[in-house]
């Protein structure tokens, strides 16, 4: 076993670890896509470990991006000596990001990458990387299609990566992020065909601030108009399931702006919403 800050990898995912610092190196002077999740995060870090100041983690600020979230990215970029830059996007302006269809992430993702493609020529970086990992394939995922038309480099994704590996990894490297619950931007929440308005953002990032107050950790709250879909992880279900807490739950959830509140029996699920795409959007 492989021991790295008091938690151990087997030789497997160590010599995957190396294969990851080797491309980064490959990379040279490198700007990483950066939210705070514990993909992005991890990068981040080990291309700082490996790079020094020859990494710089860039973060896309929006209506979108939930500021709990915000926050604790920029704290923990913080504790880690990791640089930041925070830019401004404004995917929210753009008709085809608003419209809401599958290509939603596709929008964003190419305004972000995009404008990362241009700091780098301007200033010397030499290429641009985020955190896509081998997980990830099994999704619908446009945003990787921006990545693609960018040319913007997925190291965990060439190192083989899981997002279990980055999970141990992290772990190993004594980052608090490891266990962090996987997030996405507040559009995510909005059903498909809905037009992503500030006011519907504001409704989600309410919503979602109400039920982490309420202690659950692993949730989303969906948005389908005027019904919020409440989905709560399996092993956290049974603190939902009194009246009390659907008392709190529904005053709480009305008090953002929806008429109805309704928990999702299936519980927490990633990517819950791409279920009711049409196969011919998939391909």
Not at 77 to 95: H, K, M, Q, S, W
Request: aromatic share 8%; proline share 2%.
């Amino acid at each position: 076993m492989n021991n790295i800050g008091g938690v151990p990898v087997n030789s497997e995912l160590a010599a995957k670890r190396e294969g990851l610092y080797a491309r980064l190196r490959e990379l040279g002077r490198v700007l990483i896509a950066y939210s705070g999740g514990v993909d992005s995060a991890y990068l981040a870090w080990a291309a700082h470990e490996i790079l020094g100041s020859n990494m710089l983690a860039v973060m896309a600020d929006s209506p979108s991006l939930a500021r709990a979230q915000m926050r604790d990215a920029v704290i923990f970029a913080e504790e880690c000596g990791i640089p930041l830059e925070i830019v401004r996007t404004d995917e929210l302006e753009n008709a085809d990001y608003q419209r809401n269809d599958s290509m939603r992430c596709f929008h964003c993702k190419d305004e972000l990458f995009g404008m990362m493609e241009r700091f780098a020529a301007d200033n010397g970086w030499a290429a641009v990387a985020y955190g896509v990992n081998l997980d990830d394939q099994g999704d619908w995922r446009p945003g990787q299609k921006a990545a693609s038309k960018h040319g913007v480099a997925a190291p965990l994704l060439e190192a083989g990566l899981t997002k279990a590996d980055i999970r141990a990894l992290a772990a190993e490297a004594g980052l608090r992020v490891w266990d962090k619950p996987a997030s996405a931007c507040l559009s995510s929440r909005i059903e498909y065909g809905r037009k992503v308005t500030r006011e519907a953002l504001e409704q989600v990032e309410r919503g979602e601030d109400a039920l982490r107050g309420m202690g659950f950790r692993q949730f989303r709250l969906r948005h389908h108009g005027d019904i919020a879909r409440i989905e709560i992880a399996r092993d956290e279900m049974e603190r939902a399931l009194s009246l009390e807490m659907f008392a709190r739950m529904s005053a709480e959830i009305k008090a953002c702006g929806f008429k109805y509140v309704t928990l999702d029996v299936e519980g927490f699920r990633s990517g819950s919403m791409n279920a009711v795409l049409a196969v011919d959007s998939l391909k």
